[in-house]
């Protein structure tokens, strides 16, 4: 069986891209590894009629609405290597299958690499985040603490004052602070810390204090990190596929990448935002540009 597209990522983008394929009559294999980025999260936010809710429901409730079209298929599995072919792409995968389609969609998403900082793992997604806009909310009026080892770090501190105005800005070692910029946080009343953060300390999830490498220590009860994202779709990189200046996929602004056939929706094309509604928003997007691709393809076969 030849699907029309397969899918490869089973996040929002991924998800809403097998939506509006099905609805469009396609035949799509749906493939996924289970292994959600926000697996952590305990609620995602900002997404209107979905504020709050949980990853896991958002999955089950989004796979609920999805397999309810006949021509969509859900394979759970790895995916071991993606390859071009005459009739369009050749997945293969951990179990030895291989499955083919017209038409693929690459939305894998990323995968967040934090800084190696002792005790912040078991807080990370309770009490210490990376995205305002999804629990800033949650933290507003609190002492916060925000972690940032890269340029980013001023306007991330800006930001933050919608939501607290006890901050404390740490570059973990890092310069990338101007003293013009330090000045300006300064009189704002954010203090910045520029020394190598030692240890997060907390209990049941619940950040405590912050301590710094000299010994000393500062009490916050939350605060946001800023991870590393990098690509998760090792298995195209074979195909050279043109990347943009943030290391995403480029496309055409509507999910087409450079290799004919191969289309791209979520995060694994733009990195940020990195927000449920602006991925689903995208395989949508992308999907819409699928349907267009084969019915234009189709119309001049027949």
Not at 138 to 143: K, S
Not at 154 to 162: D, E, G, Q, T
Not at 274 to 287: N, P
Request: glycine share 8%.
């Amino acid at each position: 069986m030849i699907y029309d597209c397969i899918i490869v990522g089973g996040g929002p983008a991924g998800l809403n891209a097998a939506l509006v394929l099905g609805r469009a009559r396609r035949k799509i294999a749906l493939i996924d590894n289970n292994q959600p980025r926000n697996a952590v999260t305990h609620a995602s936010h900002g997404f209107i009629t979905r504020d709050g809710v949980t990853p896991a429901e958002f999955r089950r409730i989004a796979y609920e609405e999805v397999l309810r079209y006949p021509s969509v298929e859900h394979i759970q599995t790895e995916i071991i290597s993606i390859n071009k072919i005459d009739s369009g792409f050749a997945v293969h995968d951990s179990f030895g299958r291989h499955i083919e389609a017209r038409r693929l969609i690459l939305a894998t998403g990323l995968k967040e690499v934090l800084p190696e900082i002792e005790g912040l793992r078991p807080l990370y997604g309770k009490s210490l985040f990376n995205c305002p806009y999804c629990d800033g909310w949650e933290l507003r009026d609190q002492p916060l603490v925000v972690v940032c080892e890269n340029p980013h770090v001023f306007h991330m501190a800006k930001m933050l004052l919608n939501w607290s105005k006890d901050l404390v800005i740490c570059t973990n070692g890092k310069t990338f602070l101007s003293d013009e910029q330090k000045k300006s946080l300064e009189a704002k009343g954010v203090v910045v810390n520029e020394q190598t953060v030692s240890s997060f300390m907390g209990h049941d999830g619940q950040l405590q204090a912050v301590r710094f490498a000299d010994g000393t220590e500062i009490l916050r009860t939350g605060g946001f990190i800023s991870p590393n994202l990098i690509q998760t779709a090792s298995m195209v990189d074979h195909l050279t596929v043109e990347r943009n200046n943030s290391g995403g996929f480029s496309t055409d602004g509507s999910g087409r990448t450079s290799i004919p056939g191969l289309y791209s929706a979520g995060d694994v094309s733009y990195f940020m935002p990195s927000q449920l509604v602006f991925a689903a928003a995208d395989g949508s997007r992308t999907a819409m540009s699928v349907n267009m691709d084969l019915t234009e393809e189709e119309f001049e076969l027949f």
